[in-house]
């Protein structure tokens, strides 16, 4: 069983339209988050949510936004998608009090804007 | 805005040797380090952490040392074997939920 899921895996789509990314954990994880892996291989956290609570915002697009119907699910809605937004984006999920402070990540959806 | 560096983007090591992967961060309120482990087309995962109260963390052949008056980290890897030829990423975190990643160091094992 897959502990984090993302579909999909690759995602090629023309400038100006509107995708979403789905993200799902089975491990009853408290905290979700999306990361984006640029060009340069830097992975940047975009938004982490906790119990439904927007809690980091970083300085990301209004054209991006997370939606989390449950503590399971975190989805990243992208609209009006532009060249610069081609990147691998990253799902992951974590439970607070651990003692490694370790994040489960999702194996990667590589999204192509042409 | 890069808090977390990784100055050496490869290493290359022979099978058997050791591997030390060094990383370098600015922010003094980062209160977790952890060090992540990436292979072609998956997601990261996690390999090693130290509280910043700690000096050292081992686990296995994993050694993980911590610097704070220099702000800096290192993953020690004895003996490194083939199989631990990825990308090694470091990370810093504050509060568990703000983490940040360097840019990553790409090993090589040679056999």
């Known amino acids: 069983d897959t502990a984090v899921s993302q579909t999909p895996k690759y995602l090629v789509t023309q400038m100006g339209n509107d995708k979403s990314i789905k993200c799902e954990q089975n491990l009853g994880h408290d905290t979700m988050y999306w990361y984006k892996q640029d060009s340069k291989k830097f992975l940047k956290i975009m938004f982490s949510?906790?119990?439904?609570?927007?809690?980091i915002n970083e300085t990301v697009p209004n054209r991006f936004s997370p939606k989390s119907p449950d503590k399971a699910h975190l989805n990243l809605h992208i609209n009006s998608l532009e060249l610069g937004d081609s990147a691998v984006y990253f799902c992951a999920s974590s439970r607070a009090g651990t003692g490694t402070h370790e994040q489960f990540f999702g194996p990667g959806t590589r999204l192509t804007v042409l | 805005d890069q808090q977390v560096k990784q100055n050496s983007p490869s290493l290359s090591v022979q099978e058997g040797r050791i591997s030390i992967l060094n990383c370098d961060y600015t922010n003094s309120m980062f209160d977790y380090f952890l060090w992540y482990k990436k292979y072609p087309a998956e997601g990261p995962t996690f390999l090693i952490s130290i509280s910043s109260i700690k000096d050292k963390n081992e686990d296995g052949r994993f050694t993980v040392f911590l610097n704070k008056s220099a702000k800096h980290l290192s993953l020690h890897i004895v003996p490194s074997q083939p199989g631990d030829s990825a990308v090694y990423f470091c990370?810093?975190?504050?509060?568990?939920?703000?983490?940040?990643f360097g840019a990553g160091t790409r090993l090589t094992v040679k056999p």
């Open positions: 990370a810093a975190t504050r509060l568990n939920y703000d983490m940040r």
């Open positions: 949510y906790n119990n439904k609570e927007l809690i």
